[in-house]
């Protein structure tokens, strides 16, 4: 299937902590059959401003506007280098969005805990999440196989990142979206419905775990197509 395109062709994807990129094919491979670009970054998760440079070295190859799109962390990291001219829109997939001066550990005060989404810091400050409650916290909806293979491949993450504040906050000038997992047992569902009313996102729920990428990406790749279409009215 190919796509006639008046606006924006190229879509960049950053995944989150405990994760890589590889988590966006079924995404990829939907948006790309539709005639889009498909970049994803790979960020290492070693500290914010790594994640926005590995980011911005990506949005620094489009050929033109793109929309970016960050699940989780990746939140984060698009709401710093979504600032980049490149970037047209900007997507949150059950993501993290603090404002300019906040840290990301801001963005839970006044939220209930997860108990599901246990996370295991070693003395290197680096965490992994619990292999016993990575299923449950992590990928509920997926099969005990695929569960496991994102279990044994995770990237753990420096666990400083969740107290560097933002310098930015791209979605205060950029369109946005979000869609959220409302089965997602690693935020308060009102945590992440409260930070995608405060950017003022088109919000799309579907029943899914913090792992919809994997378990929705029909939907999470409408979306997506549906902000390079509407994003690509504002840059005109």
Known sequence: MSTAFDGIRNVVLVHGAFADGSGWRPVHDRLTSQGYRVTIVQIPLTSLEDDVAATTRVLERQDGPAVLVGHSWGGTVITEAGIHPNVAGLVYVSALAPDAGETTAQQYEGFAPTPHFVIDVGEDGFGFLNDDKFKIGFAGDLSD????????????????????????????????????????????????????????????????????????????????????????????
């Open 145 to 236: 196989a695929d569960a496991a293979f994102l279990r044994d491949s995770q990237v753990p993450i420096n666990m400083s990142v969740f107290g560097t504040p933002v310098k930015n906050a791209a979605w205060r000038d950029k369109p946005t979206w979000a869609v959220i997992g409302t089965e997602d047992n690693a935020f308060d569902q009102a945590m992440l419905q409260h930070m995608a009313t405060r950017i003022g996102a088109r919000i799309t729920d579907v029943p899914a775990s913090h792992a919809l990428f994997l378990s929705q990406p029909d939907v999470v790749s409408d979306v997506i197509a549906t902000a390079a279409q509407n994003a690509a009215v504002s840059v005109g």
